[in-house]
């Protein structure tokens, strides 16, 4: 019995890699702002499903196929308390969609696919088991868990490559254990979905209303609390007296800058926003804004290059005569392959003006540093931090 129950399972496990490289065309990496996550092509039309969670609240993204073809997209539905998004691209991507499998509660142990591909990977495959299936509520199909952990937005396959879900983080799901992942049955959001279905030439004017998972009121973004049942919102973190100051003067300085805090803050003291070192710049650089606990603080640091591939010794030599002629707190690291510049300033006495200046000095030195470092040593820019 235990022999058929493993012939049983390397066929299935055969049948799911199979399907897999059929479904692997239909995988889109996703770019908003400083955020990246994973979708797939979900309609004949070309519209994608991501999580609104991983996504953040974006009106334009960037939009990477598997077979590297680039397109422009634009966020155009999303379901804050599912943590669904969809996203319309510019022109039909060219690509089938994924079948998705009928509304059946997915069964303890069965084998999955969970695919995954961010702006400057390569596809990853992970082969999962469902772990735990939630009981129904209100006949709707519970979400379940799966014993890996995967990325925010990836679509999960049966054997027969069908989508059985999106992993997600649903408002009032169980917190997964340390490597499992939470995901959301499709028929959750096909209503969403079929309100979608239409020519891309009807979808490029929409855009997607926010609504509070408790109340189903509307909300703005730049709002932490929701004005009709006064709950603290999705993308806000609890306020903490020590640092309200701190965190009033980074909203006012990202605000100073064209960006809206809210939908640039990834952590209870963090946000990741990117800025050009001068309007008419071609590229921009990602830079990570954090305040510590006490909220005294400020710490930024912005990506510069990855290694060259020969000369390292007069390259390290020169950063460090960089850091000896640098001014103030800005300063030149190495962490793994990638050289970045940071600085960490005093909040004391600063005003939002100050950090808006602290972040543009950054900018614009890292841009003066990348090209320095690119045409002297052929070292690779960086723009953003490397995927890890």
């Known amino acids: ?8 399972a390397d066929g299935d496990l055969a049948l799911l890699h199979e399907r897999v490289a059929r479904a692997r065309r239909s995988i889109v990496a996703i770019r908003a702002g400083a955020l990246v996550t994973t979708g797939w092509v979900a309609l004949g039309n070309g519209v994608v499903v991501t999580s609104r969670r991983g996504l953040g609240y974006p009106t334009e993204v960037a939009l990477t196929l598997e077979d590297g073809r680039s397109m422009a997209g634009r966020a155009i539905a999303a379901d804050v308390g599912r943590d669904v998004a969809l996203v319309a691209p510019s022109e039909p991507p060219g690509v089938a969609a994924l079948a998705v499998r009928a509304p059946v ?3 303890l142990g069965e084998r999955v696919a969970v695919l995954s591909c961010l702006p400057g990977q390569s596809l990853r495959l992970a082969v999962a088991r469902v772990c735990h299936v939630a009981r129904k509520v209100d006949g709707q199909l519970p979400a379940f868990e799966l ?5 925010l937005g990836a679509p999960v396959l049966d054997p ?3 989508v059985l879900g999106l992993v997600a983080a649903p408002s009032g799901a169980a917190g997964e254990l340390p490597g499992h992942s939470v995901v959301l049955p499709a028929g959750s959001f096909q209503p969403l979905l079929a309100s979608a279905d239409r020519p891309l030439v009807d979808l490029r004017e929409r ?9 189903e009121e509307p909300f703005d973004i730049e ?3 929701c004005l009709g049942c006064g709950r603290l919102l999705p993308h806000a973190f609890a306020p903490s007296p020590a640092r309200a100051g701190a965190e009033r003067m980074i909203r006012q300085g990202l605000s100073a800058l064209g960006i809206v805090a809210n939908r640039a803050r990834i952590g209870p003291r963090t946000w990741r ?35 060259p591939a020969a000369n390292h010794e007069p390259f390290y030599r020169f950063l460090l005569t960089m850091n000896d002629q640098t001014t103030g707190e800005l300063r030149v690291s190495i962490a793994g392959d990638e050289v970045s510049i940071s600085c960490v300033a005093s909040l004391e006495g600063s005003s939002d003006h100050d950090a808006a200046l602290l972040i543009d000095g950054l900018v614009q030195m890292a841009d003066e540093y990348r090209r320095t470092l690119a045409e002297t040593f052929e070292a690779p820019p960086r723009f953003e931090s490397a995927p890890r």
């Open 223 to 225: 709002s932490d609390r």
């Open 160 to 162: 027969e490559g069908r």
């Open 207 to 215: 855009a997607p209303v926010y609504r509070c998972p408790a109340c």
């Open 273 to 307: 926003i990117t800025q050009r070192p001068f309007p008419a710049a071609e590229t921009a650089t990602q830079v990570d804004v954090e305040i510590d606990e006490a909220g005294r603080l400020l710490t930024l640091r912005a990506p510069v290059v990855g290694l």
């Open 105 to 107: 509660e997915p069964r």
């Open 1 to 8: 019995m235990t022999s058929q129950l493993a012939a049983h």
């Open 147 to 151: 014993d890996v952990a995967a990325p």
